[in-house]
């Protein structure tokens, strides 16, 4: 028995004059605990699987299970999601963005202590009445985070969630991801196009190759990882490898 | 005092003191006829007898209702009408036709019809302020809805939302800013209508008393009567938009 498994997934889009195979049988199990990073070049299909897996589009075929049991649009798998955009409700307090998951909630004023831990673990301490506008996208991102993990979901899906950041501050929070991973309670699913980013923070590596699973890296170094040490190098090339036939 | 002109001039304030000021002015130095154009003294002489023989809260209710009746059915009838067209498209093919040829008829021009079927009782009057105020509001919100980004109802889709809670707490708090300018366009064409039908066919009202000051050759209390409908639409505006900003930020809207 897995945790969580994906099964011959495929999704074909219809445009109008041909198809486009997004994914073309992606089969991948899924430890609870591990922090999955995949890889893989523009239209790869990374979105296309997150974006499954979140409910926000209909696989064409294959199958997803959760604990042996098949995840549909009844009984959808529970996922927190962050995306490359922070995607903040504008017009919500940085604590209301941090408690959207549960804004329809009868009893949703008495959840304030729950922002509490939230505000402190993200380090947006005196932001909570803060709109989004005053935000900087570094710190937007952050409670886009909160958000997916106030979910309490069984798997946390980013999708390039700092691709749009500069380099300090994506550094920044590849640390915080990397402690609040640490503190094991959750399980992480990111995709990324940056094989460094990849390596810092997985536990293990994908790679997506026009939409199927190329290859499946097991990283076992200790964090935080140092990029100067051979093993990291040797772990690079190996994802290079893997990414571009050209070079191999 | 440095704080006081400092509050006088953040407030919008200076504007209004200067005109009043030249307005003083001029009517002292005779610039002009203050027959054609009364002085502030002359006009505020005006409101208080109007005020003390109890003419001015007369007309003042009379208005108001007519303002609070014919822009609340009109923005009710249109927000409920743009709701339901943004959630069944095929709704709006069926009367956008229809609609656009209503939305270029001058609302005056039905006055001659409306006074022949309704006489010159409330209802000419409602329906005016309906017509002049419905499309601005149908065509805010119904605009708004549509503009609705859907990256962030994904968000909401994501955490397990129905759809109406998507609805409710994702699309609607987005079009908050263009219902808001519609409803805010809507109350104020809502005086022009209902001034422009009191002026036409009424026996009171704001814009009644404006008439009949002009055959009295009053140009006093035109004047007087001008300012009062300024001053209370611009009041109302505030009352109605404070309230409603409260009660959307209760409502997790605004
Ligand atoms: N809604 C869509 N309609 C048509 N084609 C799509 C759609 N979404 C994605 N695709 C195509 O599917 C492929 C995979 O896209 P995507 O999953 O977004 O890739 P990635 O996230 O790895 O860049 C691309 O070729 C893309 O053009
Ligand atoms: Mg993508």
Redesign the pocket.
């Known amino acids: 028995m897995s945790w969580l498994k994906i099964e011959n997934l495929r999704k074909t ?1 219809e ?1 109008e004059n041909m198809k ?1 195979n ?1 994914l073309s049988g992606v089969n991948l199990e899924i430890n609870q605990g591990e922090f999955i990073v995949v890889v ?10 997150l974006n499954i897996l979140a409910g926000l589009e209909e696989q064409s075929l294959g199958k997803v299970f959760f604990q042996d049991n098949e995840c549909t649009i009844e009984n959808p798998l529970s996922v927190g999601m962050v995306f490359q955009e922070a995607r903040l409700m504008p017009w919500l307090s940085v604590e209301r963005n941090l408690l959207f998951p549960f804004l329809p909630d009868k009893n949703f004023s008495k959840l304030h202590q729950k922002t509490l831990d939230l505000v402190k673990m993200l380090k947006l301490e005196g932001y909570e009445n803060a709109m989004p506008s005053q935000l900087s996208s570094g710190m937007a991102q952050r409670v886009a985070l909160g958000r997916a993990l106030s979910y309490n979901p069984e798997i946390v899906l980013l999708d390039e969630p700092l691709g749009a950041l500069d380099y300090f501050t994506r550094r920044t929070l590849q640390l915080e991801l990397i402690r609040i991973y640490l503190k094991g309670e959750k399980t992480f699913l990111m ?1 990324t196009h940056d094989v460094e980013e990849a390596l810092r923070l997985a536990t293990r590596v994908i790679v ?1 190759k026009n ?1 199927s699973i190329d290859s499946s890296i097991q990283i076992n170094m200790e964090y935080p990882r140092v990029r100067n040490c051979p093993e990291f190098q040797d772990l690079i090339d190996k994802v290079l490898l893997a990414l571009d036939d050209s070079e191999a | 005092m440095k704080s006081i002109k400092n509050s006088i001039i953040c407030s919008g304030l200076l504007v209004p003191i200067m005109i009043i000021f030249i307005w003083w002015l001029g009517s002292n130095a005779f610039w002009w006829n203050t027959f054609l154009l009364p002085s502030p003294t002359q006009t505020a002489s005006a409101f208080f007898s109007y005020l003390q023989n109890g003419e001015l809260q007369k007309h003042v209710c009379a208005s108001l209702s007519r303002i609070i009746k014919g822009f609340g059915l009109s923005a009710v009838i249109a927000l409920s009408l743009a709701l339901l067209c943004s959630q069944f498209p095929a709704l709006l093919t069926q009367i956008e036709p229809t609609l656009e040829f209503f939305r270029h008829i001058p609302p005056m021009s039905v006055i001659p019809l409306l006074i022949l079927w309704f006489g010159i009782g409330e209802s000419p009057k409602i329906i005016l302020i309906i017509l002049a105020t419905f499309f601005p509001v149908f065509l805010n919100t119904l605009q708004g809805i549509k503009a609705s980004d859907s990256k962030l109802t994904e968000v909401a889709k994501v955490f397990g939302y129905s759809h109406w809670n998507q609805f409710r707490f994702v699309v609607l708090p987005e079009a908050i800013p263009s219902i808001l300018t519609g409803l805010r366009l809507g109350l104020g064409y809502s005086w022009r209508a209902l001034v422009a039908a009191e002026l036409v066919a009424a026996a009171s009202g704001l814009g009644y008393m404006i008439l009949d000051a002009e055959k009295l050759s009053r140009s006093d209390v035109v004047l007087m009567g001008i300012f009062v409908i300024g001053a209370l639409g611009a009041f109302i505006d505030y009352i109605f938009f404070s309230f409603l900003k409260l009660s959307l930020k209760k409502g997790y809207m605004l």
């Open positions: 889009y445009l486009v997004a893989g070049r523009n239209g790869s299909g990374k979105t296309t699987l995709v997506l939409g």
